[in-house]
């Protein structure tokens, strides 16, 4: 975090960093099909505000923030891959017989998103006796590109071993579609706004 002020501008700005990595902490475990879960969220914010006498100011804002969420990858010889290699996982493998064990990557691995925001806001102040006015708008774009799509690579359902040996299934579930989706949203905030002190404790405001 860093601060710089002078007699009418004040500057400020901060960086956040946040990790988090979950070994092995999901899928088929037992059969060696577990995925990582990795959490990453960095933040970076600025502030300038501007003084123009003692009566107004004007506040400019911008920040960009970054989350990102993988489910994927191991310490296994990456028995499951990156949610970037989602169509090379194993298919996965079931049986009715509950004495066999399941294996592959279990339908809902790997998988990843990743939220970037932006977001500008602009702040404009003036006190005239009673009244407090403010005028601002605020942007905020959100880019998220997701990779998931449950069964991708399929899931196949057998009796028993024999039945897994001569390829007769009992059930399959495969998804067809794009397993990328690349998120995209603009939203805009304008408001303007009269806070009137009506009592010493108690406040009138008008507008948004």
């Not at 806001?121 to 403010?134: E, M, P, S, V």
């Given at each position: ?7 009418k501008n004040h500057f ?197």
């Amino acid at each position: 975090m860093f601060w710089y002020q002078t007699t009418k501008n004040h500057f400020s700005g901060r960086y956040l960093y946040a990790r988090n990595l979950s070994s092995n902490s999901d899928g088929a475990v037992a059969a060696g099909y577990s995925a990582d879960g990795l959490q990453l969220a960095q933040g970076y914010n600025f502030s300038w505000t501007r003084f123009v006498g003692v009566s107004t100011a004007n506040e400019f804002r911008v920040s960009y923030g970054r989350n990102d969420f993988q489910d994927g990858g191991n310490n296994l010889g990456r028995t499951v891959p990156g949610a970037g290699q989602l169509g090379d996982a194993l298919t996965f493998i079931t049986f009715i017989n509950s004495n066999l064990l399941s294996f592959g990557v279990p339908p809902g691995l790997p998988e990843g998103r990743i939220a970037n925001t932006y977001q500008f806001h602009d702040n404009w102040t003036h006190i005239a006796g009673r009244h407090a006015l403010k005028v601002g708008a605020d942007v905020t774009q959100v880019r998220a590109p997701i990779t998931m799509l449950i069964n991708y690579n399929g899931s196949f359902e057998f009796a028993d071993l024999a039945a897994f040996a001569t390829n007769s299934p009992d059930r399959i579930r495969i998804a067809s579609g794009n397993p990328y989706l690349d998120f995209r949203e603009t939203d805009l905030y304008p408001y303007a706004a009269d806070q009137i002190r009506l009592a010493s404790n108690l406040i009138l405001t008008l507008g948004d």
